[in-house]
């Protein structure tokens, strides 16, 4: 559990996001069902504005604890957002950068 209080101090600061990634990663290592983990993971991936994997983990975590109003909050913003970018949107888009050199 340390390692996913640690993680969300990172991801709250937005800071070495990769280094939080890390950390939650050792978190569900030790347990695989680590409520705190999930939805730190969840919340790191926002951050890195990557929604799949952000609904992902944050689904997870709610599984595990579907009292936190946080993740509840977090995921109906996610999934009533139409405009947020996802993996594939973001893939795309760097495609088209790459082949015309302009976005």
């Given at each position: 559990?340390?390692f996913?209080?640690?993680?969300?101090?990172y991801?709250?600061?937005?800071?070495?996001?990769?280094?939080?990634?890390?950390?939650?990663?050792?978190?569900?290592?030790l347990?695989?069902?680590?409520?705190p983990?999930?939805?730190?993971?969840?919340?790191?991936?926002?951050?890195?504005?990557?929604?799949?994997?952000?609904?992902?983990?944050?689904?997870?975590?709610?599984?595990?604890?579907?009292?936190d109003?946080e993740?509840?909050?977090?995921?109906n913003?996610?999934?009533?957002?139409?405009?947020?970018?996802?993996?594939k949107?973001?893939?795309?888009?760097?495609?088209t950068?790459?082949?015309?050199g302009t976005?």
């Amino acid at each position: 559990m340390l390692f996913a209080r640690i993680a969300m101090v990172y991801a709250g600061e937005n800071k070495r996001l990769d280094r939080a990634l890390e950390l939650t990663d050792r978190s569900l290592v030790l347990k695989a069902d680590n409520a705190p983990a999930l939805k730190a993971k969840g919340f790191i991936y926002y951050q890195m504005d990557d929604v799949d994997s952000a609904k992902t983990f944050l689904r997870a975590a709610l599984d595990k604890n579907p009292d936190d109003v946080e993740v509840k909050t977090l995921l109906n913003e996610l999934e009533a957002a139409p405009d947020m970018k996802t993996d594939k949107d973001t893939d795309t888009e760097t495609d088209t950068i790459s082949e015309t050199g302009t976005e």
